[in-house]
């Protein structure tokens, strides 16, 4: 493992700024009206066009500037400052479908969405489904032979932007999967023009309401050999592994965003104490305040470092490693919850107001929690990990013996 870098190289410090200068100028001030409305965000959809902001990750040989999870993360932090429901639409694309084509797809996969990805054109993923959602192995979605490919039957829900993406990575049971295990489990990619598939429905949601989830129903819809991006093998879960695997992006980009709303909130609460007085003194006056905000601050710094390790041992083309990116996901997810929170109540009665950011950013945090896979699942995958022997990276962890 590298060490992790303090200063930004020029590069990457460019890209804050950029990334920044979108988000304060282009979606910062129409973030409280698409929460308002549940209208989808796509002024940001093209303020982030735009400033090509869409094609951090992509491949340069697909229009793309092939960085890695870090610059990803960068991004994702400084929308998500400001509002994460836009930060999704460019997790979608860095952490989503896109890259799990760059590296497990065929070269006709690879050659026909990523330069759409790199051009802002939004991708969805459908794992989840009504009865299945973190025991994803109860799923149902199949393939039937057919001729020389296959017809898909799904019915998948929580689909983010799948209302609004041109293709969807669903994954599915190949033909021989056995029912309720992992054997057989493949993922497929879907163009959402392609008949028998159709939007039954989005949730309205709590938060996030910038950005919907969509309910998608693939009905016979004919995929071609080609479409295959994880073939299920009904001897093994060999399939299942590998799409898991490479959700340790999505579980990255998902803590990066959190940490970027709840530094947004930390920010806004400092900012109003150093103006809002209580009788005769400044609220940052008080010295029970000042340690809420210094514990506020610490935890979420933890949460950040524990972060930065997950991506940094991605390296530029690799995929963040599993516990490294579940311990990140449980303390990002935690600390903004309790950061988003304490800055509503430092704020008082106007944290409670919807004129005021920052009880948005912890609505919005809120579902960060639930997707890519819950706090409590990523317990269970560290609690798991240890104790059967598997230890972090760094050098102050001595492997027991197995
Ligand atoms: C904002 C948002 C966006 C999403 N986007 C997508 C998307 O784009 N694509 C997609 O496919 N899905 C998406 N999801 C769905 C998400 O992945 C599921 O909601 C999640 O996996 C949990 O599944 P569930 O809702 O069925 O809850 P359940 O699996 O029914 O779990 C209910 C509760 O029980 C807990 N639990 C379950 N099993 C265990 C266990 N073994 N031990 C301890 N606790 C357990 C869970 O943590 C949870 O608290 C999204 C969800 C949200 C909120």
């Known amino acids: 493992m590298s060490a992790i870098d303090l200063v930004e190289d020029d590069d990457r410090a460019a890209l804050r700024k950029l990334a920044r200068d979108v988000a304060e100028r282009d979606i910062a001030p129409h973030a409280p009206g698409w929460d308002e409305t549940e209208e989808f965000a796509e002024a940001s959809l093209e303020a982030l066009r735009r400033a090509e902001l869409f094609t951090v990750t992509v491949g340069e040989d697909y229009g793309g500037m092939g960085m890695g999870d870090v610059e990803a993360a960068i991004v994702?932090?400084?929308?998500?400052?400001?509002?994460?429901?836009?930060?999704?639409?460019c997790q979608l694309v860095f952490n989503g479908p896109p890259r799990a084509i760059e590296h497990l797809g065929n070269e006709t996969l690879r050659s026909r969405w990523l330069p759409q990805a790199a051009a802002g054109e939004l991708f969805c993923i459908g794992i989840t489904e009504p009865d299945a959602g973190s025991a994803?192995?109860?799923?149902?979605?199949?393939?039937?032979?057919?001729?020389?490919?296959?017809?898909?039957d799904a019915y998948k829900n929580y689909v983010t932007g799948g209302h609004k993406a041109v293709a969807c990575l669903v994954w599915c049971r190949f033909p021989g999967s056995e029912a309720g295990t992992g054997k057989g489990i493949g993922a497929v990619v879907v163009d959402l023009a392609s008949h028998g598939v159709s939007v039954a429905g989005t949730h309205r949601k709590m938060g996030l309401r910038g950005c919907t989830e969509a309910e998608l129903a693939f009905d016979g819809v004919r995929i071609e050999p080609d479409d295959v991006l994880v073939p299920g093998d009904p001897a093994d879960n060999s399939g299942l592994k590998t799409l898991l695997a490479h959700i340790n992006h999505e579980r990255?980009?998902?803590a990066a965003m959190c940490v970027g709303a709840a530094q947004g909130a930390l920010e806004y609460a400092m900012a109003y104490m150093r103006d809002r007085k209580v009788g005769t003194k400044l609220l940052a006056e008080l010295q029970g305040l000042q340690w809420k905000i210094a514990d506020i601050a610490t935890e979420l710094e933890g949460?950040?470092?524990?972060?930065?390790?997950?991506?940094?041992?991605?390296?530029?083309?690799?995929?963040?490693?599993?516990?490294?990116?579940?311990?990140?996901?449980?303390?990002?997810?935690?600390?903004?919850?309790?950061?988003?929170?304490e800055a509503i109540q430092l704020l008082g009665g106007y944290g409670y107001s919807r004129e005021y950011p920052v009880e948005r950013a912890?609505?919005?945090?809120?579902?960060?929690?639930?997707?890519?896979?819950?706090?409590?699942?990523?317990?269970?995958?560290?609690?798991?990990?240890?104790?059967?022997?598997?230890?972090?990276?760094g050098p102050w962890w001595k492997a027991p013996p197995r």
């Open 76 to 89: 994702l932090e400084e929308i998500a400052r400001v509002d994460v429901s836009s930060a999704i639409l």
């Open 136 to 152: 994803a192995t109860t799923m149902r979605a199949h393939l039937t032979p057919d001729g020389d490919g296959w017809r898909l």
């Open 252 to 254: 990255c980009g998902n």
């Open 303 to 341: 949460a950040r470092f524990l972060l930065q390790r997950a991506l940094v041992l991605a390296g530029r083309h690799g995929t963040p490693p599993p516990l490294e990116s579940a311990m990140a996901k449980i303390a990002c997810n935690l600390a903004a919850k309790r950061v988003c929170d």
């Open 362 to 393: 912890y609505r919005d945090i809120r579902g960060l929690c639930i997707g890519a896979g819950t706090v409590e699942i990523q317990r269970n995958f560290v609690g798991t990990a240890l104790l059967g022997g598997r230890v972090p990276a």
